[in-house]
């Protein structure tokens, strides 16, 4: 990568950033296809998110950048044009900068459709029962992508019931009609529930910490082909993937979600066809990124 005048800037908007796999990402994609870009951390606390994001447009060599926790909703007032996508889902996690004017979309709803497409190509979204577990940040691009998708039923499982009835009313916004069923967390949910998902993931932080324990039990899936996802991919492998395992029953993490957000974030920017091109950037970057997080101890 050589710096030079004609260098154009990407990068990440958040607090903290520290911890972030997104610069190692885009520079792989960067030098891939040997564009004079480079990617960057921007870390930006609360006090200076104002004053950071009104002056961030009038840097002329700024083509875009993403944004993280906690800035995905206070961004958008700052915006020029949102996606119908990021409007559903009051989150925007990338921003594209032309002619001085920021553009808002949000790839976390297509990273989660597409992880599940890529690792489980015949697993068909239409007709199917899934249960989300958690109402937070994340739930919303899931939920979305999901009953586009037309699926037949969505449960939410939240532990504050509130969330998950606030998650309801904000998905029917933007959605015609959507089949969505609200309940409180429940250990033994799956015990009770006459008809089994085809899907469940978890959107929630529960995993993230070695003392977290598994939010439901899934013995009562043994018979059945449940996809078992889990949003969080550091640990590699939560206890509920863990469990899911153990039941013979199919597991899938986030890193393919995060690496398909990033493509997709990367293709708004460079115009490169996602599809043709970036597809074939999936398996080099799952192990990069195995790597890296190895080397952190994971
Ligand atoms: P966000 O800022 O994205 O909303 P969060 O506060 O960590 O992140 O919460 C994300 C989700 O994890 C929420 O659904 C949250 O449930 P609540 O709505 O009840 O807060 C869920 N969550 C976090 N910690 C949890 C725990 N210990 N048990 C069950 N759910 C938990």
């Known amino acids: 990568m050589k710096i030079n005048g004609n260098t154009r800037i990407l990068g990440v908007l958040g607090y903290p950033v520290k911890h972030t796999l997104s610069p190692p990402i885009h520079n792989f994609l960067i030098e891939k296809y040997k564009l004079n870009l480079i990617y960057l951390p921007f870390e930006v606390s609360k006090n200076n998110f104002e004053k950071f994001i009104k002056g961030i447009s009038h840097i002329d060599n700024l083509s875009g950048f993403n944004i993280t926790v906690p800035y995905k909703v206070d961004v958008i007032k700052h915006l020029y044009r949102i996606s119908s996508e990021a409007v559903t889902i009051n989150a925007v996690n990338t921003v594209k900068i032309k002619k001085n004017k920021m553009y808002g979309f949000n790839s976390d709803y297509f990273g989660f459709k597409r992880s ?113 996802y889990d949003l969080i991919y550091n640990p590699s492998r939560t206890k509920f993937l863990k469990s899911a395992s153990s039941y013979g029953l199919p597991v899938l993490n986030g890193l393919d979600m995060l690496i398909l957000q990033a493509l997709k974030s990367f293709s708004i920017w460079t115009g490169i066809s996602l599809e043709e091109e970036l597809m074939r950037s999936v398996n080099p970057l799952r192990e990069n990124l195995k790597k890296i997080l190895k080397s952190q101890g994971v």
């Open 116 to 228: 599940i497409e890529l690792n489980f190509p015949k697993f068909k979204f239409r007709g199917k029962r899934v249960l989300m577990l958690g109402a937070g940040g994340a739930s919303k691009a899931v939920a979305l992508s999901l009953l586009k998708s037309s699926i037949r039923e969505l449960v939410i499982l939240n532990r504050t019931y509130k969330n998950a009835v606030r998650l309801k009313s904000e998905l029917q916004k933007g959605l015609n009609d959507p089949n969505i069923t609200v309940f409180r967390m429940d250990f033994e949910y799956l015990k009770k529930s006459e008809l089994l998902p085809d899907l469940i993931v978890n959107t929630t932080s529960v995993g993230l910490k070695k003392t977290d324990k598994t939010l439901i039990d899934l013995k009562y899936l043994k018979q059945r082909n449940t996809i078992i």
